[in-house]
């Protein structure tokens, strides 16, 4: 059953505390996206990553970090610095990261600060 | 800059008529245009693309979209809407171009909603 897993789907943060959004993938696929969507703003890149051990800032990265140790793995750290954090993530991945290729994603995690 | 449009929020349609769910776009080159589909509290699927050769492309469930290059336009539409094609719908442009590595350009999105 090959995709791309999201864990956990509900995520609850307190005040200061970072919090880390975990994406697998089994596709073999290169590259790794993660967005953030807000309600009637569609979806926005936060980081992306073509290959193992390199990734880049997307148009919102600040107070978000990421790792890219595996190729299956790309998780997300949702740090103290972002200030308002409420969303639903969505993790996707491509074959390869070119301009032409579908991004497959994951089910999301919906994350609140409490 | 590059961007997408989808200009209306919602689309409401009675089931078993035609269903279009626009999308315009602005881009210095040439465009790669997706649809994608989001159901509650779920991913995004794919639905179809664009990339080149024929302007009428078929994608899942039934659904089609006409790349237009003169007015810029990448229409979805689907012959006879379901109920069950009630969804969020996402355009999203990727374009050819130093410094892009597959970054998509998403709409805001527009809800179909289909009456029985």
Redesign the interface.
Known sequence: DGG?T?SPKYLFRKEGQNVTLSCEQNLNHD?M?WYRQDP??????IY?S?IVNDF?K?DIAEGYSVSREKKESFPLTVTSAQKNPTA?Y?C?S?I?????????????T?LTVL | AQSVAQPE?QVNVAEGNPLTVKCTYSVSGNP?L?W?VQYP??????LL?Y?TGDNLVKGSYGFEAEFNKSQTSFHLKKPSALVSDSALY?CAL???GSG?????I????TTLQVKP
């Open positions: 791309i999201q590259a996206y009637g703003q569609g979806l926005r890149l992306y073509q880049q997307g639903f969505l996707a491509s390869v990261a070119e301009t032409y290729n579908e991004q497959f994603f994951g089910p999301g919906r | 929020d790669y997706f994608y509290n779920r991913g995004l699927q794919f693309k990339i996402f990727s374009f050819h892009n590595t597959g970054k998509l998403f709409g805001q999105g």
